[in-house]
């Protein structure tokens, strides 16, 4: 079956160094991942989506890297800001003609000022 | 549009009663996504739904667990009877496509006592 995992649990880090989240997943490498934001008490909100032929992506402060070799993808925050403190999850899909995402367990990000 | 709407927010109650979740998606998805999440095993799918009918239940946990959508903005997750390891916050979200970002509700925060 296919299975994503976010290693790291929790990422306390300070106010303007960059921070960097790993995202890995097993079997084929799927067509897409998509990144997530939560915050407590809310549900979660899409940030980006990457596609397996794409190496990098940006957003404004945001970055997300597809290594197909690796099995791996980075989410990256440039110059964090305590507002940026919050659970971060990635999804891919479940692969097949399924419709659905499966999603890591998230780490929790903490930006100290 | 107001988003995908959920109710109750909270809900308390003893174990061996019935509970039963709603959710409006947003208009113009065709797919709808229940989940349910925990600190243990983080965001899991339950059962989706396309075009009103129900595509892949696996995740749901056993039989006293079931859902419907009788129409296109409209879905009901029921537990019964409900048992205290039930409590969790279930999540509904909807999306336009299969391969496109979700969007989730508020959540509804389920205790059994």
């Known amino acids: 079956s296919q299975k994503i995992e976010q290693n790291s649990e929790a990422l306390n880090i300070q106010e303007g160094k960059t921070a960097t989240l790993t995202c890995n997943y097993t079997n084929y490498s799927p067509a897409y991942l998509q990144w997530y934001r939560q915050d407590p008490g809310r549900g979660p909100v899409f940030l980006l989506l990457i596609r397996e032929n794409e190496k990098e992506k940006r957003k404004e402060r945001l970055k997300v890297t597809f290594d197909t070799t690796l099995k791996q993808s980075l989410f990256h925050i440039t110059a964090p800001q305590p507002a940026d403190s919050a659970t971060y999850l990635c999804a891919r899909p479940a692969g097949g003609s399924q419709g659905n995402l499966i999603f890591g367990k998230g780490t929790k990000l903490s930006v100290k000022p | 549009d107001a988003g995908v709407i959920q109710s109750p927010r909270h809900e308390v109650t003893e174990m061996g009663q019935e509970v039963t979740l709603r959710c409006k998606p947003i208009?113009?998805?065709?797919?709808l996504f229940w989940y349910r999440q925990t600190m243990m095993r983080g965001l899991e799918l339950l059962i989706y739904?396309?075009?009103?009918?129900?595509?892949?239940d696996s995740g749901m946990p056993e039989d006293r667990f079931s859902a419907k959508m009788p129409n296109a903005s409209f879905s009901t997750l029921k537990i019964q009877p409900s048992e205290p390891r039930d409590s969790a916050v279930y999540f509904c979200?909807?999306?336009?496509?299969?391969?496109?970002?979700?969007?989730f509700g508020p959540g509804t925060r389920l205790t059994v006592l």
């Open positions: 208009s113009g998805h065709d797919y």
């Open positions: 979200a909807s999306s336009f496509n299969r391969n496109n970002e979700q969007f």
């Open positions: 739904f396309n075009n009103n009918v129900p595509i892949d």
